[in-house]
């Protein structure tokens, strides 16, 4: 599961960039079998006037699945990557959870060859 974190409009500071690793490990640590990449884009976008504009994008792209994006504006930015990690945790757990139902609803049935019986 490869990482990569960049920032727009202000610097990804050293703080900054730890706690958004650790804040993702966290969340998707379990389903890192299922992940090949994580894009986490930190922007401010409105710039130094304030407000509600702190944003967190992730790409998340899995393997055999389309991409799942993320995005979350908070006043802070902790709060914008908190938010943003746990509805990544729960969206990737339900893309799994969906192929992994669909792969068992196209064969529900084995047959045995050798007895020419369907076995349920």
């Known amino acids: 599961m490869k990482i990569n974190i960049s920032t727009r409009k202000f610097t990804l500071t050293e703080a900054l960039s730890s706690y958004a690793k650790k804040r ?7 389903k890192s ?25 992730l790409l998340i792209s899995l393997n055999g699945l389309p991409d799942v994006v993320i995005e979350d504006v908070q006043t802070d930015i902790y709060t914008a990557i908190d938010f943003a990690c746990d509805r990544a945790s729960r969206t990737v757990v339900r893309k799994i959870g969906r192929k992994q139902s669909h792969k068992r609803q196209l064969n529900p049935f084995v047959f ?4 020419s019986e369907v076995l349920a």
């Open 112 to 115: 045995n060859e050798q007895t």
């Open 33 to 57: 079998e299922h992940i090949h990449r994580i894009n986490m884009r930190l922007s401010d976008i409105n710039g130094p006037k304030g407000g509600s504009d702190k944003r967190c994008h």
């Open 24 to 30: 993702i490990n966290f969340a998707l640590a379990n």
